[in-house]
């Protein structure tokens, strides 16, 4: 059983930066693909990062460049550095965990990117 526990949404203005962090309860947390996704309403929910086990990335084209994820297997938390936003960016983040049919979800960080 693993929990997820998003943090460090807020609301910020376009070309600012900001940093979310998702912390894992449970074992095993270094074998897990870890993904960041985002949903706007109306639209589904899309995959924003991913990191694998091994540290391997990869990232939607609409954010390469500016968001980057990396985990931190000894605190069991993985991050997502979000530089230069757009309000297109806005959305509620959620955090991921998956290993094989094992899938669970964080509850969402709402993030907002406005003047």
């Known amino acids: 059983q693993v929990q997820l526990v998003e943090s460090g949404g807020g609301l910020v203005q376009p070309g600012g930066s900001l940093r979310l962090s998702c912390a894992a309860s449970g074992s095993g947390f270094s074998i897990y693909t870890m993904g960041w996704y985002r949903q706007v309403p109306g639209k589904q929910r899309e995959l924003v990062a991913a990191?694998?086990?091994?540290?391997?990335?990869n990232y939607a084209d609409s954010v390469k460049g500016r968001f980057t994820i990396s985990r931190d297997n000894a605190k069991k938390t993985v991050y997502l550095q979000m530089n230069t936003l757009k309000p297109e960016d806005t959305a509620v983040y959620y955090c991921n965990a998956q290993y094989t049919s094992y899938i669970y979800w964080g509850q969402g960080t709402q993030v907002t990117v406005s003047s």
């Open positions: 990191i694998i086990s091994a540290g391997l990335t």
